[in-house]
Nanobody
Framework: VQLQASGGGLVQAGGSLKLSCAAS??????????MGWYRQAPGKQRELVAT???????NYVDSVKARFTISRDNAKRTVYLQMDSLKPEDTAVYYC?????????WGQGTLVTVSS
């Protein structure tokens, strides 16, 4: 399974971006994976941003609750991260992640820069 993330870019504070992560696996495989987004800011450790299970249950880090929304479209084999009310502290490389059994799969990352 490979993950291809896209949608990053430069945005002003208060703006929005939508990240996408396409999985190169069958719809059946994608539908059973827990998908997520992580981010790593300069000089900081990678942190969990949001996850969505195969059943659609979601989880968010406190700092993005009510601003970010994770969703998935199994038919398109894609997971999304809608980011609203962006803040400069959201600046980071965002990584897509998929968990399948004991396997932990990572995409290549997409840079999000929020200017003040």
């Amino acid at each position: 399974v490979q993950l291809q993330a896209s949608g990053g870019g430069l945005v002003q504070a208060g703006g929005s971006l939508k990240l996408s992560c396409a999985a190169s696996a069958s719809r059946t495989i994608v539908s059973i994976m827990t998908m997520g987004w992580y981010r790593q800011a300069p000089g900081k450790q990678r942190e969990l941003v949001a996850t969505i299970t195969s059943g659609g249950s979601t989880n968010y880090v406190d700092s993005v609750k009510a601003r970010f929304t994770i969703s998935r479209d199994n038919a398109k084999r894609t997971v999304y991260l809608q980011m609203d009310s962006l803040k400069p502290e959201d600046t980071a490389v965002y990584y897509c992640n998929a968990k399948l059994g004991s396997s932990d799969i990572w995409g290549q990352g997409t840079l999000v820069t929020v200017s003040s």
